[in-house]
Structures are given as C-alpha cells and as structure tokens.
C-alpha cells in the first residue's frame, strides 16, 4: 500500500470507521511513515474545525408554509400508501398484469420482445451498431444531428457506476424511431432503448416506472414527459433500478 | 384508511422536524437559495409519497438526504456525471509540503484558525460534486460511511477514497486562500 491508500485510512480511523485489523496496520504504519504521521495530524485538526461547518441552517419561515400547503394539498389527493395486505397485493398484481397485457402492445408490437432481443445481441456482441465510442457527447450529438428524434435523446454516463460506453444506434420499428445505447462493465452489457411516444404505436399506460422480465432479462421501463427509457440487462432488479434512476 | 392515517401522523411527527437539515443540504448541494427550496419540496412530497417503504427503527434523516440526492441526480444528471478534472499527483504533493510543514515547526499546521468565518463553507461549495456530497453527508450530517453509500449509490470504498481526495482538497484550497492573504509564508 502507498500512503495515497493510508491517507484513505487515516481518514477513516479518525472517523471511527475501522475494522480492529485495519486500525492495526495504520498505527504500524504511522510508526515507520513521518509523512503519514503528519498527515494524521493536520487530519485531526482539519477534521476539528470542518465539523464546525454550520450543519442546520433554518428553513424560512415562508418556504415551510410553502412546504406544509403543498403536503396539505397532497394528503388531500392520495394519502401515503400503508403496507398492504398479501391478498390484496396479489390481487393488484393481477389486475395490473391484465393490464399490463391489454395495454402494452396496443398495435400489436412486442415491443418488450424487441428490447430483450437487442439485448440479448448486444450480449453476443452482434448488434449492429452506428457509434463505437465511450464518449457520451458525441453519441448525443450523433443522435442529434441525425434529425431522425422529435427529441434529443439523452445519453447518460453510468461511469460512475463503473459501466463503459460502448455505443449506440438509430433504429426503427413500425413507424417508431428509437435510440439504442450499450454499456458494459465487465462483460456485462446493459442495453437502453429511448423514444418519443406515438399515439397508437408506443405503450401508452399512464405508469411511469415499473419492471418487466423476458427469460432470465429484466427491463426496468420509466416515462418521463413523453420520453420512455428502457433499461435491459441480466443484473438483478435492483441494481437495474439504481441505474435507471440515473438514467430517468 | 387509518393505516394511511396513521402514516401521515407518523411521517409529520418524524420527518418535518428533519426539514432544516434537509433544506441545509439542499444549499450546499445546489448553490442556489431558489434551487434549494424546490429541491426541499420535491423531496418532502416524495419522502411523503413512498413513507409507506421507510424501514421503522433506521436513519429518517439519512432516508431523507437519499431521496434529496436522488432528486438532484435525476435534475441534473449531466452535470453530476460531468467529472472535474483534477490532476490529484499535484493534490498530493501540495497536501505533502502542508503536512510536512508541521515537522518543521513553521507552526502552519494552525493555519485553519486564522482563516475567516465561512472559508471552509466557500472552499466546500467550490468541490466538484462527487466529493462535495460525501463531505457533506459524512462531515457535516454525520451519516455513517454505509448510509453515505446508499445515499451516492456508490461502494463504501468510493465514499472512502471520495472523502479522503475531497479532505486533501479542501486543505490544499484553504491554504493557497492563506498564502494568498499571507497567513501562511509559501
């Protein structure tokens, strides 16, 4: 370990963060490093004087009324859910999964076939692709300049969750213009599908995020002012959710 | 109904109490007095909306900031993913010299004394987002390294190694505010 990676340590011994183990290998290291044992100390200093940073700065007085009107005027609407009961929840999924069906493939496309199939070829490596690039912007200015959107369709970096952008393409089906973006994270490929809605082509149930599985593909769906995003791939549901969120 | 009843009772009682803290946050995060109030509402009328999924007997403020963060990400994420860049090899050699610094007895250890009223507030809101949040979450709301994580949507090693770049930072920053005003000598 260099002392970039002790400084790490040090960091969070001072935090009380530190496994027994681990706190034993700073202190020995402190006792041969007098760079880290500096280090240490401007730490504790710094650490003294950064928790003196005001931590509650009031809410004015007018934004809290703001606030309570807007929870009053939301109570009003639709009052927070309360755990509901297992019949009734499968009772709900039903409903929402005849739903679901009938509102889906409104012009009989099987549009969530479609996304799990291009992921699925995006996974063998044999989905054709316009763009190879990890660079965000150019992909979205690619979309852009082609003119084929009514929309920009926005190209999220997921770098921050460790995936790479590997690069997108235009397609059409049935008359609907989509764009396709592919990352991978060690090997493993997540695929997004964006497009604008079109009345009688695309789903048009008024959900605005919910899941949905094709085999072993989980597609997490979200609709955000007409824009649907789709976010495909083999990861748990959860994790596809964190990313769709950043995505969303 | 009077298990919602019950929920909106319990969500007034617990979490509007929390209101400055989120709305602290909010300033810091989003650098803008207006930006901040909608960023409290959003995040009170969604806390409100998905209380039912709030876990009874874990953190209520660390729940809070998580979906006051997951709101400014969905704002604007572009701006979030948009990475600084920062050449951390002179981070480090600066922050070195500060430290080393002390075993000289030039006494500029003691710098962040002499710095005025809200340098260290001005020097934290100048951080490039990543490393603005995890101080913010970890120094300042002293949510544990875990709850941070959740809140990021980022392995507790990222928030370790965040805070630590985030602190040398913040130090290096102050310091050249120092030399500037000739607290310090180089």
Known sequence: ?248 | MGGAGNLKSRFEASALPLMHHVYTAALYLAHDRAEAEDLLQETYLRAYRFFHRFREGTNLKAWLLTILYNVLRNRHRHRIAEQRRIDFAAVSEAYERIASSREAGRREDAFFRQLVDGEIERALESLPHEFRAVVLLVDVHELSYAEAATALGCPIGTVRSRLSRARRLLQVALHEYARQRRIVDN
């Open chain 1, 1 to 248: 370990m260099d002392c970039d990676t002790y400084h790490e340590l040090i960091v969070a011994d001072l935090d009380d963060t530190l496994s027994p183990s681990e706190r034993e290998t700073v202190r020995a290291h402190l006792e041969d490093c007098g760079v880290c044992r500096n280090a240490r100390a401007l730490e504790a200093e710094f650490l003294t004087h950064l928790r003196r940073v005001p931590r509650l700065i009031e809410t004015p007085s007018a934004v809290q009324e703001r606030l309570r009107v807007a929870l009053r005027r939301e109570t009003m609407a639709a009052p927070p859910r309360a755990r509901p009961r297992l019949l009734a929840v499968l009772a709900a999924l039903c409903l929402l999964g005849a739903l679901a069906v009938a509102l889906w493939s409104p012009s009989g496309v099987d549009y969530l076939g479609s996304v799990a199939d291009d992921y699925r070829l995006a996974a063998a490596s044999r989905l054709p692709l316009d763009v190879t690039t990890g660079d965000a912007n150019a992909l979205a200015r690619y979309f852009h300049t082609s003119r084929r959107f009514g929309f920009p369709p926005p190209v999220s970096d997921l770098r921050v969750f460790g995936y790479r952008l590997v690069g997108g393409a235009i397609r059409e089906r049935r008359g609907v213009v989509f764009a396709v973006i592919v990352y991978e994270r060690d090997g493993e490929i997540v695929v997004c599908h964006r497009f604008h809605e079109v009345a009688g082509r695309t789903p048009r149930d008024t959900a605005l995020r919910r899941y949905e599985r094709s085999g072993d593909v989980g597609t997490w769906i979200t609709r955000r002012a007409g824009v649907v995003s789709c976010l495909t791939g083999r990861l748990p549901p959860e994790e596809l959710e964190r990313l769709v969120n950043m995505i969303a």
